[in-house]
């Protein structure tokens, strides 16, 4: 008997599902624009922010939801979300030139925060334009406060990013990861005193902090510092109203988790020996065999999630405060403190999709076949994150023939003259072996896997990166490439 496929089937939901429905169009877009190609859907990213909006309302808390720019460098994703209500969605950037798109396309300055590290044009900007400066380090604050006062600038408001955190008042010490990013909350008196003493320049509205983790306890406990904070400034005549928890909510990549769980079973198994090998010559995603012992750990995302995006958000705000013991979201309530949130990948959760040509399938007799695509590793970075899940399949033409109920196991390499070039090293299972012609669709790319990593090795193309709009009922689809993309339509044309 053979065994059943390891699928880890994409967590699919409209309108991406009903896209990847529309098989012809996008052969056409391929055919038209090349392989590799990104699609991303303006429409969804709005829903995503009205959905962590949603979490807000629930708990009764005001503030704003600020979209990480740096997850995806789409003209079209941020101009849409420029288009949504002002008051409650911002945007995050971090680099001058993040800055200066994201005031293109339509976000005035009092929506736009600027975090990590900073050199002085982006603080010049950031201060000249009136953008919320999320400061990185106390050198940092001494250098906004110094350019302002040097360039007659007006005043800047300012949150502290904070890091290193430690549970106080419980038993556990928990203590959160150290980073190179934000000040050690150790430093949070020199901090305040320098705030005081540049209050000419700067105004306190806020402390807060990013930690990129999924664990929820030590944000839990991040929160509960900033609270205390709050109270010291205060304690001080200072009158900030924001506690920014940043981002790292979260995305399911795999919609079932019964195959999450049999595939990270099997590929113990395979890495003990007791099964064949799930991964090209037997890579471990950081598991490996020292003599029939199981060692190290899985280096991978989590990719079933029982609850992610706005439902961490949800569950971090009901989680008890470790030092008072009331919801945290009460918390923030009782003392009327606006929430920030910074949601990168969460809020392009089902906003795009890459696609990508077979463009060769090979048989080895070492294993299972090669499936060379129109794509390089850099232009599809999953496998960089950690996310294992499946392409799905667009055949070129309707074959007649059924799938293969065993699946077919392959490989998927890339189009780079470098034998590390694998799509990921992960034994894919596919309905049927592909045909040259053929597309995969990686599903669910627009945070950080479609441009973060694409580069021109080997003069390969860049992927072209499109825009889409359906008719809302999956019937019809219109598409332009990304930077022509502006909320707006021509009289006559079909409302998106
Ligand atoms: C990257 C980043 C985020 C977004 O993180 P996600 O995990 O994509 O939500 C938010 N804030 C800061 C400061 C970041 O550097």
Not at 314 to 336: A, I, N
Request: charged share 25%; net charge negative.
């Amino acid at each position: 008997m053979r065994a059943s496929p390891l699928y880890l089937r994409p967590r699919l939901e409209p309108p991406l599902a009903t896209l990847l429905e529309a098989v012809p169009f996008l052969h056409s877009l391929v055919d038209g624009l090349g392989s590799p190609l990104n699609v991303v859907v303006p429409e969804r990213i709005a829903e995503n922010a009205e959905r962590f909006r949603g979490v807000y309302r629930k708990h009764h808390l005001g503030g704003r939801v600020f979209f990480a720019h740096k997850a995806n460098r789409s003209s079209a994703l941020v101009r849409r979300l420029a288009a949504t209500d002002p008051a409650d969605v911002g945007v995050d950037v971090a680099s001058l030139g993040e800055l200066r798109h994201v005031l293109g396309a339509g976000f005035t300055p009092g929506r736009v925060m600027g975090t990590g590290p900073k050199d002085p044009e982006f603080l010049w900007l950031a201060a000249r334009t009136g953008v919320t400066v999320n400061v990185d380090s106390y050198a940092e604050l001494d250098q906004l406060a110094g350019l302002v006062r040097k360039y007659a600038l007006p005043r800047v408001d300012v949150l502290l990013r904070l890091s290193e955190f430690e549970a106080t008042g419980s038993g556990v010490k928990v203590l959160s990861r150290r980073s190179r990013f934000g000040s050690p909350t150790r430093e949070v008196k020199a901090l305040l005193d320098a705030v005081e003493r540049h209050r000419d320049s700067v105004e306190l509205i806020g402390v807060g902090y990013h930690l990129d983790t999924t664990g929820l306890a030590e944000k839990a406990v991040a929160l509960d510092r900033c609270v205390m904070v709050m109270d010291e400034c205060h304690a001080r005549g200072l009158a900030p109203r924001v506690i920014d928890i940043g981002g790292g909510f979260g995305v399911g990549y795999v919609a079932d988790a019964g195959q999450w769980e049999r595939y990270t079973t099997e590929l113990t198994n395979a890495v003990l020996g007791t099964r064949p090998a799930l991964t090209w010559r037997g890579h471990g995603y950081g598991l490996r065999n020292e003599g029939g012992t199981l060692r190290g750990a899985l280096g991978l995302y989590p990719a079933h999630r029982p609850s992610a995006g706005p439902g961490y958000l949800d569950e971090l705000l009901s989680l008890p405060s470790p030092s008072l013991g009331r919801p945290l979201g009460t918390v923030l309530l009782e003392q009327f403190y606006e929430l920030y949130t910074e949601p990168g990948r969460a809020l392009v959760d089902q906003c795009g999709l890459t696609l990508a040509r077979v463009l060769d399938v090979r048989a080895t007799d070492t294993g299972p076949p090669l499936v060379r695509l129109g794509m390089n590793a850099a232009d599809v970075s999953l496998e960089e994150h950690g996310v294992l899940v499946d392409p799905v399949l667009l055949t070129r033409t309707e074959r007649g023939e059924g799938d293969d109920p065993a699946g077919v196991g392959v490989h998927l390499v890339g189009n780079l003259c470098l034998e590390a070039d694998l799509i990921t090293r992960r034994t894919v299972f596919l309905p049927r072996l592909p045909r040259p012609g053929d597309l995969l669709a990686f599903a669910n790319t627009a945070g950080y896997a479609m441009d973060f990593h694409a580069h021109a090795a080997q003069q390969q193309p860049v992927a072209r990166k499109v825009a889409v709009v359906g008719d809302g009922d999956g019937g019809s689809w219109r598409w332009c490439l990304d930077e022509e993309y502006w909320p707006v339509t021509y009289p006559g044309e079909a409302e998106s």
